[in-house]
């Protein structure tokens, strides 16, 4: 199974999904945590454009495609193909919503192009969080050039009202960790 866990910077993505996954990996199941970026060279490539305002939107979108390109048959279908449980620590709907909303140049039909050849997940979490919470969260050297209120309300906007058009699930990631994380278990395991 593919599992996506995401949401608006600082919404506990990251760390939900290692909890997840510890719990999985306590019933005894074989699982495999990645993000986006990747870990290939293209990943660490994007981690410097995300902290870079000359780069062109159109550039980042397809240097995220790209690298989900390679991070899904180089390492994602690899291990769903090895019997794992796939956690990704966000995926393509990030693209879809970040970049679409960077640019008035590109839509989410152009991202959805470009991205068509990477895997679709089998479950996808949207941690849902108010801007001013998860802006809280970082600090000024850990923030990239989306990382203002103004742009994640927009963001925040775009990924709820794609989640009710996909039927994702969506969890107020604004409570204690503890209790978020109960919320995700029990629909993985539902979907288990």
């Known amino acids: 199974m593919f599992v996506v866990i995401d949401g608006i910077d600082g919404c506990g993505s990251t760390t939900h ?4 996954a510890g719990f999985l990996e306590s019933e005894k199941l074989k699982v495999h945590v990645t993000k986006e970026p990747s870990s290939f060279e293209t990943g660490s490539l994007l ?3 995300l902290k870079d305002n000359s780069i062109p939107p159109t550039t980042d979108a397809l240097m995220f495609a790209a690298d989900r390109n390679l991070h899904y048959y180089n390492e994602i279908k690899k291990k769903l193909d090895e019997g ?17 909303l960077q640019s008035d ?7 959805m192009e470009i991205n068509k050849h990477a895997g679709t ?4 979490i ?5 801007p ?13 050039k989306f990382e203002n209120v103004e742009f994640l309300d927009k963001v925040r906007a775009l990924f709820l009202e794609r989640a009710k058009q996909e039927g994702y699930f969506v969890i107020n990631s604004d409570d204690i960790i503890e209790l978020v994380q ?6 993985v395991i539902n979907k288990l």
Do not use: C, H, N
Request: overall charge negative; proline content about 2%.
């Open 17 to 20: 999904s290692r909890l997840l």
């Open 47 to 49: 981690r410097k454009f």
């Open 84 to 100: 794992y449980i796939v956690i990704s620590d966000r995926y393509k709907e990030s693209s879809l919503v970040y970049q679409s």
């Open 105 to 111: 140049e590109i839509s989410i039909d152009w991202v």
């Open 121 to 124: 997940p089998d479950m996808t």
């Open 126 to 130: 949207i941690l849902d969080v108010d």
């Open 132 to 144: 001013r919470v998860s802006l809280a969260r970082k600090s000024g050297e850990d923030l990239e």
């Open 182 to 187: 109960e919320e995700i278990k029990k629909i």
